[in-house]
């Protein structure tokens, strides 16, 4: 992936320079090849990147544009892609976080309280689907959090609190790439709850990790 981190890290310069702003069209891509010093493929393969995570937006027979996103969105984009082609440690967390996860969640589903079920219940019902995808990430991280804490084993949630503070980025911006993001989230939080609340400990485990799933599977297709 050596080169087209090159050319991710050629465009992301672009951007920094204000050569590239929001809503500009490219230039042509033999133009744009040659400016920057690359290769069309690797240019390509740059271009099909950032697309993936709509850094960019390829129109058929329009051109490719640079999305309407902040500038500073559009160099957090830049800079994930760039990890994630240099470095496959982050889908190893995922499916680090895909065990042990579900197993926490499990174990809460036995141990759990009424009064945490009920802050779990508020802490879903509060967040709406107008929501930032920023208050969402937050609320996911704190709503885990809360049932791996209610699993009885500190040394397991300690674990899965580091595993997902190097996560963030991805949940962030998963919930920018895909459609109805919100919706989905709050509805698999919410039918979790409702299995935690009947301490069915099984479906529990089946809810978690089709949710942390998810996600994974979002990264392992962005990493094709």
């Not at 500038?71 to 994630?84: G, K, N, T």
């Not at 885990?144 to 609190?161: K, P, Q």
């Amino acid at each position: 992936m050596a080169l087209t981190d090159d050319a991710i890290g050629k465009i992301r310069a672009m951007i920094v320079a204000g050569d590239l702003l929001p809503g500009q069209r490219l230039p042509p891509e033999k133009q744009l090849s040659e400016s920057l010093g690359l290769s069309r493929g690797s240019l390509r393969e740059a271009v099909k990147a950032l697309a993936l995570i709509r850094v960019l937006d390829v129109r058929r027979g329009d051109g490719t544009y640079v999305t309407t996103l902040e500038p500073s969105l559009l160099l957090e984009a830049v800079s994930f892609v760039m990890d994630m082609h240099q470095d496959d440690s982050l889908l190893e967390v995922f499916q680090v976080r895909r065990i042990l996860e579900p197993a926490a969640a499990a174990l809460a589903a036995t141990n759990i309280d009424e009064t945490t079920i009920q802050a779990l219940r508020e802490m879903v019902d509060v967040i709406g689907t107008d929501t930032t995808i920023e208050n969402l990430v937050a609320h996911d991280l704190a709503f885990h959090a809360r049932i791996s804490a209610a699993s009885g084993n500190d040394y397991l949630s300690s674990m899965l609190d580091a595993l997902s503070s190097q996560t963030v980025r991805a949940r962030v911006w998963r919930g920018l790439t895909q459609e109805k993001s919100v919706a989905r989230t709050l509805d698999e939080h919410h039918a979790i709850v409702d299995a935690l609340g009947r301490h069915d400990a099984e479906l529990v485990h089946a809810l978690v990790t089709v949710h942390v799933s998810g996600i994974e599977n979002w990264l392992r297709r962005s990493l094709v």
